[in-house]
Every structure is written in structure tokens, then in C-alpha cells.
């Protein structure tokens, strides 16, 4: 596996969540903390989701703690504190996968999953579930808006753009 393929996905990655907070901010804080049938049961709440999960991964590829004590824990009450911390993290992410190469990409990863128990997977996989956690719930959260006032926004990849040249393809 290419380091280089990870690399834009941690890229795309917050370049996504931008587009789809962005959106987010043109509802009211009531709209976005509106009971919804979703699993995680807002849209406020699902974006608290996808911030912990991804708390929760980077503590485990970086070797720190993250702090977090359930999966539906909501981290940020408040929206602007959420999309800060969002920003915040998705430049965390971009950091951490920027220093891989395809030798780190090879090995293994040993952690503990949120029951304490050990587990141990290729770190390749690893960061795939990573970015694929976060599509799952972007695309959970873009279902949601399309029952709202505000239309949802492409969240392509192919919309950011292929290497180092922006746009739609």
C-alpha cells in the first residue's frame, strides 16, 4: 500500500468535513440538535461521533490517550467549539498520516479497543477503517440534511480534486 494513497485521504478528509460544517452552520443550533431517526439520534450528535472516533484512533496510532469513555459521548455541546475541535483534529490527522511511509504502513498496530480488550491489526487496514469510519457518518449526517432546509453539499472525492490541482472533475 502507497503512504502517498493515505495521505490524500487525510486530506479529502478535512476537506469534507469543511464543506459539510460549513453547511451545518447555516442550520440553527435547535435544527441541528433536532431528534432525528438516525442511530446517533441528531445531526449534532453524529458529528460529536465521528470528532470521538477519530480522537479515539489517533490516541491509538499516536500512542497517546484520548480520553474518551463511550462512542456516543458528546464531546461539544456547543457547535462552534465542536467545528474548532473538528478543525483542529482533522489537522492532527493530516500531521500524523503526513509522517507515514510505506515501511510504517507494513506494520502492525496493538491497542486496546474501547471493551479494554488487546487487539492487533495491519496498520494499513487500520487507517483505512479510519477514513472509512468517517465517510460512513458524513454520509449519514448528508442523508440527514437532505430532510432539512439546507441542501447537502458534494463530498466526492472526485469533487476536491485528483494530486495537488483543486476542483471538479
Known sequence: MDASYFRQLARYNGWANGRLYDVCTQLSDSERKQPRSCFFGSIHRTLN?????DRIWLARITGSEHGIARLDQE???DFGELK???VAEDQRLVAAINAY?????AATLSYRNMAGEAVTA???QVLGHIFNHQTHHRGQVHALL???RVAPPPLDLIYMGWGDSPGRR
Open 49 to 53: 461521533h465521528i470528532l470521538a472516533g
Open 75 to 77: 464531546l461539544y455541546d
Open 84 to 86: 474548532a475541535a473538528r
Open 101 to 105: 511511509d510505506d515501511a510504517r504502513l
Open 122 to 124: 495491519p496498520m494499513a
Open 146 to 148: 437532505s430532510g432539512t
